[in-house]
């Protein structure tokens, strides 16, 4: 694993996920983005790719980026990319906006399933349903 005097790039900690792809192995996985900086980023999950081995990551608000994996150690890996990105995107929250024609309102967000009636209310044979 390179140590901290052999980087070109400051690199800042962060949290993220992240979509990782194996082109040769045609191996997909979601991995956590632990620090980033323009040159590279640190990724830990269950992918366990080769040093060496090209990857595909989908980086929020960037897009796909294509890196070399540059040292591999138990879950964690750091991949070097093939062009220099800005890593002040990755951080800014997501510049997704729906279409005004869709429906905003999220699946669990809908009204009362089911009603009970006074008539039923005053029956003490039946069941009061909650």
Excluded at 62 to 91: H, S, Y
Excluded at 104 to 111: E, K, L, N
Aim: charged fraction near 25%; include cysteine.
């Amino acid at each position: 694993m390179p140590d901290a005097e052999h980087r070109t790039h400051r690199r800042d900690s962060l949290l993220l996920m992240a979509q990782c792809a194996l082109p040769a192995s045609h191996a997909e996985q979601r991995v956590k983005v632990r620090n980033i900086s323009a040159s590279g980023l640190m990724a830990e999950g269950p992918l366990h790719p080769p040093v060496g081995a090209t990857v595909i990551l989908d980086l929020r608000n960037i897009g796909p980026v294509d890196g070399t994996v540059a040292w591999a150690r138990d879950t964690r890996f750091g991949v070097a990319f093939a062009q220099p990105i800005d890593p002040q995107l990755v951080r800014q929250a997501s510049q997704f906006t729906p279409p005004a024609d869709t429906d905003q309102r999220s699946y669990y967000q809908r009204g009362p399933v089911g009603t009970i009636s006074r008539s039923d209310m005053q029956r003490k044979d039946r069941l009061r349903l909650i």
